[in-house]
């Protein structure tokens, strides 16, 4: 599979529905890799992702054609906590047949860049069953902090919690 026709960009409002409905559901229905194991509704995903990008959070997409593959984005963490707005959780995932062919590093790079000069740290939880992100974090710069030892528990598998961050 060819990825140079994919775009990695700013998502924007038109691509939500594809969103939702190519990438994010079917990847929360895997039951593998996210916290959210069923799928959202439309219009609730819609407007979470609409927002975020209303709000001028930084939120990239990859997409092929008028379908969206991948997603990348941050979240400020407490709001109403001062001593923690400069911090930002990414949150990451590409569709199974667009994993590992270099996009998410694509999307990881150029949501790390729209981070600059607005936060100082970004932090995120991988899975230790999920080897591919976390070495993708690691290679990017981020450094492990800690570990939730069992603390991810589906389908009779069970997996720590990896928290990490990078200073930006």
């Excluded at 960009?9 to 229905?29: H, I, K």
């Excluded at 039951?31 to 995903?45: H, Q, T, Y």
């Excluded at 994993?99 to 694509?106: A, S, V």
Aim: net charge neutral; glycine share 8%.
């Amino acid at each position: 599979m060819n990825t140079s026709d994919v775009e990695i960009r700013p998502t924007r409002l038109s691509d939500l529905p594809s969103l939702v409905v190519d990438c994010l559901n079917p990847v929360f229905l895997e039951r593998k890799f996210l916290a959210i194991v069923e799928a959202i509704p439309v219009g609730e995903a819609m407007g979470y992702h609409a927002a975020k990008i209303v709000d001028g959070h930084p939120h990239f997409v990859a997409v092929v054609g008028d379908r969206v593959v991948g997603l990348c984005d941050v979240a400020p963490n407490a709001a109403r906590i001062a001593a923690q707005q400069h911090c930002v959780t990414l949150g990451m995932l590409l569709s199974p047949e667009y994993r590992g062919r270099g996009l998410g590093e694509r999307l990881l790079q150029a949501t790390l860049e729209a981070c600059r000069g607005k936060w100082e740290r970004v932090e995120l939880s991988a899975y230790s069953h999920n080897e591919r992100a976390y070495k993708l974090y690691l290679r990017c710069g981020f450094k492990e902090e800690g570990r939730r030892i069992g603390a991810w528990k589906l389908d009779g598998v069970t997996s720590d919690i990896i928290e990490m961050a990078i200073t930006l």
